[in-house]
């Protein structure tokens, strides 16, 4: 596709059911990032990948958030047992390789999530 | 206490009006600095770059940064109701892609006709 493909666009869950978000980042870009957005904090960084190196996975709030990203292209987002504070809209954003900080980064039009 | 303060708002000028946006840091290690615009139910997209101190320019759009005071601002001259949308400041200490962006969170603006 032509951009950064997420889905789903919305996803309403029960509490302490697991959820998993997709992200199809544009096709060639070896750096995918996790963002969530909710209000009063921005975006929070989650996690990053970069080619095959170990993800940068800091931002990761909790051990119920979890993410892998196969074959170098689609990534996914799995929180566990949500909780009402996961509440928000998720973000996906890729580079291209030998992106620097100049280099805009794509930005899906995120999923949201609401957690009943 | 964030790496990166910015005043929500909502912020809402009359078409024409001049518009200032502003971030603060604490992190010193950071040099690059952008802007991202955010539609309503869209993701960001880059609207300004800027390498360390200094202003940049471009079109109704200028950025500037004053690493001294760890202060970054946006200015939109002659603002039109299309440039209603939040605006967050990005900031990355290091210059590959391998550096996260830390955003602030975001200034909500209205433009009115």
């Known amino acids: 596709g032509a951009g950064v493909s997420q889905s789903p666009s919305n996803k309403v869950t029960e509490k302490g059911k697991d959820v998993e978000l997709r992200c199809d980042p544009i096709s060639g870009h070896t750096a995918l990032y996790w963002y969530r957005q909710s209000l009063g904090q921005g975006l929070e960084f989650l996690i990053y990948?970069?080619?095959?190196?170990?993800?940068?996975k800091s931002g990761l709030p909790s051990d119920r958030f979890s993410a892998e990203r196969t074959g170098g292209s689609v990534s996914t987002l799995t929180i566990q047992r949500t909780q009402q504070e996961d509440s928000a809209v998720y973000l996906c954003a890729s580079r291209p390789q030998g992106a620097t900080a100049r280099t805009e980064a794509f930005f899906g039009q995120g999923t949201r999530l609401t957690v009943v | 206490q964030k790496e990166v303060e910015q005043d929500p708002g909502p912020l809402s000028v009359p078409e024409g009006a001049i518009v200032s946006l502003n971030c603060t840091y604490s992190?010193?290690?950071?040099?690059?600095f952008m802007w991202y615009r955010q539609y309503s139910r869209k993701g960001p997209e880059l609207l300004m770059y800027?390498?360390?101190?200094g202003n940049k320019e471009d079109g109704r759009f200028t950025a500037q940064v004053d690493k001294s005071s760890k202060y970054i601002s946006l200015f939109i001259r002659d603002s039109q109701p299309s440039d209603s949308a939040t605006y967050l400041c990005a900031m990355s200490a290091r210059e590959t892609s391998g550096s996260r962006l830390t955003f602030g969170e975001g200034t909500q603006l209205t433009v009115n006709p």
């Open positions: 990948f970069q080619g095959n190196s170990a993800p940068d």
């Open positions: 992190n010193s290690a950071f040099q690059y």
């Open positions: 800027t390498y360390s101190s």
